[in-house]
């Protein structure tokens, strides 16, 4: 089983057990220097090591994780216009 730390700039969830790394997966506001999720691995003491991009998409706010960790899902924030 794989074990998955996710956060989103909105919410976080921790998916919790007994392995030494976990991916982390970040959900952001798209922008000029944002593109949607990323991941980065989290070692036991804390330290975040970069992986890169995972999903061009825009502003996923919210991320969850499916019960057999095979699919993350996103919500995404759009403005509608005046």
């Known amino acids: 089983m794989r074990n998955i730390l996710?956060?989103?700039?909105?919410?976080a969830n921790v998916v919790m057990a007994a392995r030494a790394d976990y991916l982390v997966y970040v959900g952001t506001y798209t922008g000029e220097n944002s593109k949607g999720i990323y991941a980065f691995r989290m070692n036991k003491e804390g330290k975040l090591a970069p992986l890169g991009l995972v999903a061009e998409t825009p502003s996923p706010s919210?991320?969850?994780i499916s019960?057999?960790?095979k699919y993350l899902y996103a919500s995404t924030r759009?403005?509608?216009?005046?």
Do not use: D, E, Q, S
């Open 6 to 11: 996710y956060l989103g700039l909105v919410m």
């Open 62 to 64: 919210f991320l969850a």
């Open 67 to 69: 019960p057999n960790h």
């Open 78 to 82: 759009r403005m509608m216009a005046p």
